[in-house]
C-alpha cells in the first residue's frame, strides 16, 4: 500500500505569472534509496500519471513496475506524484479557490515536478522518465526544460501535439460542461454531477477499441451497465478540475521543439488506441526525436491497453533500459 505525502512549494510562479503561495503537490515512493560516496540518490526513477489518475495510478502498471519486475523497485526509487490540477495536489477543488484558481499549463506541471523532486526530495539527478497519456506530455517538458537531468524518458500512449480529433473531444467536454446550468460558470456550490456523467460517458465512448465495443458486449444493456460503471467513476471529478485540465492540454503543441530533445527515448504505442492514434500522434512523435526507438503493440482495450496490457511491452522497456546498465 502506497502511502502519500505532501510536499509545499512556497510562492510557486504559473507561466501566466500568477503566483500561488503554497503549492501542494501529493507524492508516493515505492523502493529504497541508494547513494553514491558523495551522498547523492543514484536510482530515483519518476512515474507521471494520465489525465484521470493521481499517485497510486503507478500501481496500475503493477506488471511492469515493482519488486521483480522490468521497472525493479529492488533497483530503482520510483516516485510518483499526482499532477498539479488533480486532487491530492494543488487545484480549483481542493484549495477551494473554484475559478480563482490559476489556469496552469504543461509546463507548470512539469515545473512543480521538479521543485518536489530537487527541493522537497533532495535529488539532483533521475535514471529516467516514464509517462503515460497526459503524463507523457509532461515528461517530454522535462525533457526540454531538464535535458541532463534524466539518462532516458519512456512514454507510453501519448504524444507532442492533440491531434484534431483528440483536441475535438476534450474541447466538447468543456462546452458540455460550461454550457450546463447548475455549473453556474464555475460557481456551482454543489458539484453538477449529472453533467460529470455525461462527459464520463463521452470519454468512454473513444477509450477503448471500437472491436472492444462490438466483441466485449452481448448485449446493449451489457453495454449499458459498463457505461454506468464508467459513470461512477466520475462521481468523485470535479467540474473545474476538468475544465482546467483540459485548457492545459489545448495548448500542448511541441512540433517545433522536438528537434532539441536529445534524451534516449522509448515511444510505446498501441496500434488501436483512438485518443493517441498511431498514425497522426505516435509516429510523429518518434520521428521527429533524434535519439529514439518505438514499439508498437495490439490492444483490444485501446487506449486503457496503456495499463490494461502494458505487459505487453515489457519486453521492449526491459531491452531499452538494458542499455543504461
Request: glycine share 8%; hydrophobic share 40%.
Amino acid at each position: 500500500m502506497l502511502e502519500p505525502k505532501n510536499h509545499i512549494i512556497h510562492d510557486f510562479k504559473f507561466e501566466s505569472g500568477k503566483v500561488i503561495s503554497d503549492l501542494s503537490i501529493e507524492y508516493a515512493v515505492q523502493g529504497i534509496k541508494k547513494f553514491d560516496e558523495q551522498g547523492k540518490v543514484t536510482n530515483a526513477f519518476l512515474y507521471l500519471h494520465g489525465w484521470s489518475g493521481d499517485y497510486a495510478s503507478v500501481e496500475n502498471l503493477s506488471s511492469v513496475i515493482g519488486p521483480g519486475k522490468v521497472i525493479d523497485t529492488n533497483k530503482f526509487y520510483v516516485i510518483s506524484p499526482t499532477a498539479l490540477g488533480t486532487p491530492g495536489s494543488s487545484c480549483p477543488s481542493s484549495t477551494g479557490m473554484g475559478i480563482n484558481f490559476p489556469e496552469y499549463t504543461v509546463k507548470d506541471m512539469a515545473v512543480a515536478q521538479h521543485e518536489l523532486i530537487s527541493q522537497g526530495l533532495g535529488i539532483e539527478h533521475l535514471q529516467g522518465i516514464m509517462g503515460t497519456s497526459m503524463g507523457g506530455f509532461q515528461v517530454l517538458h522535462w525533457a526540454l526544460e531538464y535535458p541532463d537531468f534524466m539518462n532516458f524518458i519512456i512514454l507510453h500512449a501519448t504524444s507532442h501535439h492533440l491531434s484534431n480529433r483528440m483536441f475535438g473531444v476534450y474541447h466538447l467536454m468543456n462546452q458540455i460542461i460550461e454550457g450546463d446550468h447548475e455549473y453556474n460558470n464555475g460557481k456551482y456550490v454543489q458539484n453538477p454531477v449529472k453533467v460529470m456523467e455525461h462527459v464520463a460517458y463521452l470519454s468512454y465512448l473513444w477509450s477503448l477499441s471500437p472491436e472492444n465495443y462490438e466483441h466485449c458486449f452481448e448485449s446493449k444493456n451489457e453495454f449499458l451497465k459498463s457505461v454506468n460503471e464508467r459513470k461512477a467513476d466520475s462521481i468523485n471529478w470535479d467540474a473545474n478540475d476538468l475544465v482546467w485540465r483540459n485548457k492545459a492540454m489545448f495548448n500542448h503543441d511541441l512540433a517545433h521543439d522536438l528537434s532539441q530533445i536529445n534524451v534516449p527515448s522509448l515511444v510505446i504505442g498501441i496500434h488501436q488506441d483512438q485518443i493517441v492514434d498511431e498514425k497522426f500522434s505516435v509516429m510523429p512523435l518518434k520521428e521527429s526525436l533524434k535519439n529514439s526507438e518505438i514499439f508498437l503493440y495490439d490492444s483490444i482495450w485501446g487506449h486503457y491497453g496503456c495499463i490494461r496490457d502494458v505487459l505487453k511491452a515489457s519486453s521492449a522497456i526491459k531491452r531499452f533500459l538494458a542499455s543504461f546498465d
